[in-house]
């Protein structure tokens, strides 16, 4: 049973930066990798980053690509997302994921078994 928290959302003024965190809580744990997803207001869940557990091998939307770096710390079950260069488009509701096998591509949402209870992250014009 994993559990996942997330936090570092906020306010930020555009071309500004944030760092999110998600904390996996788990006797054990070891996924094949985990993602971030996101979800503005009216809009539907898109994925933004990945990385694999064991190598920190990362794939990203081109969305975020070059502003975005995805990061673990597989001894304290942390994934990391640091935002630089924030747009108001990025403004959204962002969630941790685990995706505990490959099958479904990284992706797509339905590939994830965990997912936080999100942070908002609002960034102004």
């Known amino acids: 049973q994993v559990q996942l928290v997330e936090s570092g959302g906020g306010l930020v003024q555009a071309g500004g930066s944030l760092r999110l965190s998600c904390v996996a809580s788990?006797?054990?744990?070891?996924?094949?990798?985990m993602g971030w997803f996101r979800q503005g207001p009216g809009k539907e869940r898109e994925f933004v980053a990945y990385?694999?557990?064991?190598?920190?091998?990362?794939w990203y939307a081109d969305s975020v690509k070059g502003r975005f770096t995805i990061s673990r710390d597989n001894a304290k079950n942390t994934m990391y997302l640091q935002m630089n260069s924030l747009k108001p488009d990025d403004t959204a509701v962002y969630y941790c994921a685990v995706r505990p096998a490959t099958g479904l591509g990284y992706w797509l949402a339905n590939a994830y078994s965990n997912w936080g209870q999100g942070t908002q992250v609002t960034v102004s014009s």
């Open positions: 990385i694999t557990w064991s190598g920190g091998d990362t």
């Open positions: 788990a006797r054990t744990f070891s996924p094949s990798g």
